[in-house]
């Protein structure tokens, strides 16, 4: 079974409801008037969106994007390509861009400039995790669900090989599933 391959819960479906509820109202009261655009990082921000988004309550709207810095290892290639670009332009909007782990800081150095380049009016950082121990590139989030220690995690959109995103909480994968290949 899928749960078998789960060393320990690392956070739990109560922890993770009530932190993303707090995240919410904290974007909604920093963006009282304004109607952001949260972006969406594809795939592995996908569950933490739907849950994010349905805790703020002011306008705004939601826009994807899908990038790729892994194939099916468990440390950031460093190198990464968009995969889907978003739908609309965001020259003058408040964008959130919505993750679910910082960690080398790689993809998302990488997609800020990109989208810095595209002129919005501000730009923050929403990330589910921050794994701050394996920094190399210098970005930091204005909005940190929970700081994790340096395991490789699964669950609640977050993957290895593609599987595990629908652990409806947040496990260390235990290390036998990756080391035998
Ligand atoms: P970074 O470019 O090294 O910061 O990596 C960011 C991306 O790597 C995330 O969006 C995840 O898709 C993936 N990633 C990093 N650490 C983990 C982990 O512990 N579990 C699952 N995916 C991870
Ligand atoms: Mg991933």
């Known amino acids: 079974m899928m749960h078998d391959d789960i060393e320990r819960v690392l956070i739990s479906e109560e922890e993770l409801r ?9 974007i909604s009261a920093d963006y009282v ?16 969106m739907a849950d994010l988004t349905r805790a703020i309550d002011c306008y705004c709207t939601v826009d994807f994007m899908a990038v790729s810095s892994y194939g099916s290892g468990t440390v950031s290639s460093g190198q990464v390509n968009i995969i889907k670009d978003l739908s609309d332009s965001i020259e003058g909007k408040d964008v959130i861009v919505v993750e679910d782990i910082l960690d080398s800081g790689n993809t998302l150095h990488y997609l800020f400039q990109l989208l810095d380049a595209r002129h919005p009016a501000s730009i923050r950082l929403a990330t ?17 669900g929970f700081t994790v ?3 490789f995690v699964v669950g609640y959109g977050l993957d ?3 599987r595990y995103r629908n652990l409806p909480y947040i496990g260390v994968l235990k290390p036998c599933v990756y080391e035998h290949p």
């Open 18 to 26: 009530a932190r993303v509820q707090a995240l919410g109202k904290e």
């Open 33 to 48: 008037g304004k109607e952001p655009i949260l972006i969406s990082v594809l795939r592995g921000s996908y569950i933490f």
């Open 128 to 144: 589910l995790l921050d794994k701050p121990s394996r920094r190399t590139k210098p970005v930091q989030a204005n909005y940190v």
């Open 149 to 151: 220690p340096d395991a």
């Open 160 to 162: 290895y090989d593609e």
